[in-house]
């Protein structure tokens, strides 16, 4: 009997997880996200007033270790390029790479794992939706932020608009800096990785990569502290609706196969039958398309017993050799002898 987590396995009452449906679902979630980041740019002014407001309440709150972190990683090159890097980079490549490794080793667990971060990451684009938020890197210089990026442009492939290629700076939101995405991907990475890694190495990646995220989009002035809890809260609340975006996924695809697919009956009676994790034990008739009551299989499948074929413990009716048969009238239950042959 296979482990509850090995590939293939039933990961949830939807059916069995294939990669070539993933994979195009998955791109398909990352271009709808990509295109609405793009088209929700938001009015500049609004989000320079939004980024001078959070860079106040941080101030406010003794909260703000964007400067110290953003001196230190411009006046010194060996930390500035690893962490531009590292912006640059790691979030396009730790957070597919989690994914494939749930998918393949941990497939009980991926559909949740992955329903959660789709839905974090549309939280997150309904926050750059209704706050459009100036990063440090592009206030006026009198606030004292330096671009790293822009600074040691000449070490990598971005330019001087954010992580994106040279040239390619217009197909990305700039403003969209409320909540960070990167530190919300990469908190979810660490969860993955404290909960499924199982060993002490992975444990402390686990830790180790959401807080250097952190302490890097702060020190090359992409995002203030409070994008960085926003993140984090955007992460809880897609955890929060996670049950619910399951089932309501659930509750879709049984009524459009149902619907639409050419074996609707046999799918919905393995969805909802009885002892389905999903209708529990069915004890009267199935409503919706397959409606009628639902029959246990035929044990015997039409089969017929053979010529002098017993079974067990039959009792031998044949009279044994010398012996007579038995002439006793026999017993019909209700105390009356049964009638004679």
Not at 120 to 128: E, K, Q, R, V, W
Request: hydrophobic share 45%.
């Amino acid at each position: 009997m296979p482990r509850a987590d090995t590939p293939g396995t039933e990961a949830a009452p939807g059916g069995r997880l294939r990669w070539w449906t993933e994979l195009p679902l998955i791109l398909l979630v990352y271009a709808c996200y990509s295109a609405g980041r793009l088209l929700v740019r938001g009015d500049v002014a609004d989000a320079v007033d939004h980024g001078l407001a959070i860079l106040r309440v941080e101030k406010a709150l003794h909260l703000n270790a964007e400067h110290p972190l953003n001196r230190l990683f411009t006046h010194e090159p060996w930390l500035g390029v690893p962490a531009d890097f590292w912006y640059a980079s790691l979030h396009y490549l730790v957070t597919p790479l989690v994914l494939v490794w749930l998918f393949r080793s941990r497939a009980v667990r991926y559909r949740a794992a992955r329903t959660w971060l789709m839905t974090s990451t549309f939280i997150g684009l309904i926050g750059f939706t209704l706050l459009p938020t100036c990063p440090p890197r592009l206030l006026d210089a009198g606030h004292g932020f330096v671009d790293t990026m822009a600074h040691y442009s000449s070490w990598g492939w971005w330019g001087g608009e954010a992580s994106a290629p040279r040239g390619l700076g217009g197909m990305t939101n700039q403003y969209a800096a409320m909540p960070s995405l990167h530190v919300g991907w990469a908190l979810w990475c660490g969860v993955m990785l404290w909960r499924f890694g199982g060993t002490r190495a992975t444990r402390v990646a686990g830790v180790l990569y959401p807080l250097v995220t952190t302490i890097v989009v702060m020190g090359t002035a992409n995002h203030y502290f409070l994008d960085a809890v926003a993140g984090a809260a955007a992460m809880g609340a897609g955890l929060l609706l996670t049950p619910y975006v399951l089932r309501c996924a659930r509750w879709g695809r049984t009524r459009a196969v149902a619907r639409f697919g050419p074996a609707a009956g046999a799918f919905t009676r393995r969805l909802t039958g009885p002892g389905s994790p999903v209708a529990g034990p069915v004890t009267g008739p199935v409503a919706g398309p397959v409606a009628g009551p639902v029959v246990g299989p035929v044990v015997s499948g039409g089969c017929e017993t053979s010529a002098g074929e017993r079974f067990p413990r039959q009792r031998d009716e044949r009279p044994r050799s010398g012996a007579e048969p038995d002439a006793s009238p026999a017993d019909t239950g209700d105390g009356a002898p049964a009638p004679a042959r």
